[in-house]
């Protein structure tokens, strides 16, 4: 039998428990209806015709009052047409005996209406004497014969009403032991189906159990493991589809196995030739791997066992558990900012300088098993950024004296101090000021960018109102916002009204990021600023409505010396990187998030008390 059929089979009694189950319940509500419909039968007729009769005596004995009022027509009328429906209703009632005692009842009442349909013949004849004989008749004779009439009426109708008071609360007591029987018949039906299933479910899936238990001893390498199963059905086959690719696999092992070892002979020797560190760690964090320079300049070793990021330098361990945060919290490949990322290590032929890199591992699924970290050697590199930025401080210093003499020099003959100038002398002296001063700007910027690289800037920290510092850098700005038609905007949250940050250095970056914004932005456009508080930073941000940046320019826009294409002319590329700067010496983070067309967001980040 195939699998689909056992699992039909097992089935089966669930589905023969709820075929009995429904038989019984039809069975039951069947029974049920008939006694329902037994009390209406037997004894609903009799009550019907005996409330008629009753009425119609009434309907009778008001006639004979009208004859005895003196309307001997009208009570003669109403009486001949009550008599027949009282005839039929007494007929009905005589064919309708269900109860005991309701055949004597009924004669009773078939005599009793004999007298009075007598006295009222005689009742009649009498109606043509006198009005008082009339009424000494009726008040002697016909109505007590009314009275017996109508209680053997009322005898018949509280006999049936008796019994279907009876008959309902038999069939109360039967519903309820109908429900009693319904339950256990669920209950019963379950237990004996879900036990029944369960053992033949359990029959049919044994074998995939078996098979389980081989796929797992698979799993764990002993590739020696058969699954016996038994049967033609689909497990069957599968089992020895399962038997023949494990047979296959353990030829595989023991053809290649030699030749894994090569292979991972050559691997660990290729990252052995590399001259610079390389460290490899699995997806849990653990290292895994180490080349020799990463033995010789780190002094890791895999083999010394325990926590081998220990033995390293502690500037050394601090970067390699940074980036392999950074790689294993899936925020992608880890690239450094620039040589001041570089980490010093001692060696035996001198200091090295190392820039890290991390690089994820990825599996088969596309998840990130695992991390390399290369430590690449910068030293000669960071020796000639050094020498670059030496002799870019000081060009710019010596530039400061002979500039201040030529800045002079031009005020001077602007002023006309020293004689008069015409028009045109004095719309080249205006452009040479102007000139001089953009070369005053680029001065400034690299003498405080030397400073801040060498490690003199000092912050002078200091709680400060953030409303007065975000105005102070947009009062820079307004006269050339105004030209353009540029709007400025503020706003500070409440909970960031202080900050204690370096005055003169943060306004410094809030008057670039918004001397940007008014260049790149529009006629008509706006330029904002806005504070907020971000846990426990401060998150300044400046938006503008310009043309926006390129993404491939949104990674090198922080460079020193860098000028995006099509940029306005006026500056040397150093304002960005100074804010950088400035911004990661206050402990902040820095960055820009812009779509072309649609304008761009500088922002950066201040640690603030709590």
Partial sequence: MTLRGRLLLAQAPLALALVLLGVVAVVTLARLGRSGQEILQDNYRSVLSMQRMTEQLERMDSAALYIVAGERQRGQEQQSAQRAKLEAELRAQEENLTEPGEDEATQRLRQAWARYRTECDAFLVVAEQSPEALRERYFAVLAPAFAETKAAAASILNLNQDAMVRKSEALRRQSQRVNTLMVTAVLAAFGVGLFASTSLIHRALRPVAVLSQAVRRLGQGDLAVRAVVEGKDEIAQLGQDFNAMAERLQ????????????????????????????????????????????????????????????????????????????????????????????????????????????????????????ATVLLQDVTRLRRFDELKN?????????????????RMAIHL????????????????????????????????????????????????????????????????????????????????????????????????????????????????????????????RARFEVRDTGEGIAPEQQARIFEKFYRAPGAPAGGAGLGLSIAREVVQAHGGEIGVTSTPGQGSTFWFTLPQPS
């Fill in 251 to 370: 030829q595989y092992q023991q053809s290649s196995l030699g030749e894994l070892l090569q292979a991972q002979a050559a691997s660990q020797a290729a990252i052995d030739s590399l001259p610079d560190p390389v460290v490899v760690f699995g997806a849990g964090g653990v290292l895994l791997n180490v080349n020799r320079s990463a033995e010789d300049v780190l002094r890791l070793s895999l083999e010394a066992g325990g926590d081998v990021l220990a033995r390293a330098a502690p500037e050394a361990r601090e970067v390699l558990e940074r980036v392999r945060a950074h790689v294993l919290g899936g925020k992608g490949a880890y690239q450094p900012r620039g040589y001041e990322e570089a980490v010093r290590v001692a060696a035996p032929e001198g200091e090295r300088w190392l820039l890290p890199r991390g690089s994820p591992v990825y599996g088969e699924s596309g998840d990130v098993v695992g």
């Fill in 390 to 406: 030496d002799l870019v401080a000081t060009v710019a210093h010596e530039f400061r004296t002979p500039l201040t003499s030529l």
């Fill in 413 to 536: 003959c602007a002023e006309e101090v020293v004689g008069p100038v015409t028009e045109k002398q004095a719309d080249l002296l205006h452009a040479a000021r102007e000139d001089c001063e953009r070369l005053q700007g680029i001065v400034d910027d690299l003498l405080d960018l030397s400073r801040i690289q060498a490690g003199r800037l000092v912050l002078d920290v200091r709680r400060v109102s953030t409303a007065e510092l975000v105005e102070g850098a947009l009062g820079v700005h307004r006269a050339a916002a105004e030209d353009r038609s540029v709007r400025l905007v503020s706003e500070v949250a409440p909970e960031v009204e202080e900050v204690e940050v370096d005055t003169e250095r943060v306004q410094l970056v809030l008057s670039n990021l918004v001397g940007n914004g008014v260049r790149h932005t529009l006629s008509g456009g706006e330029v904002s600023v806005r504070v907020t508080r971000e846990g426990a």
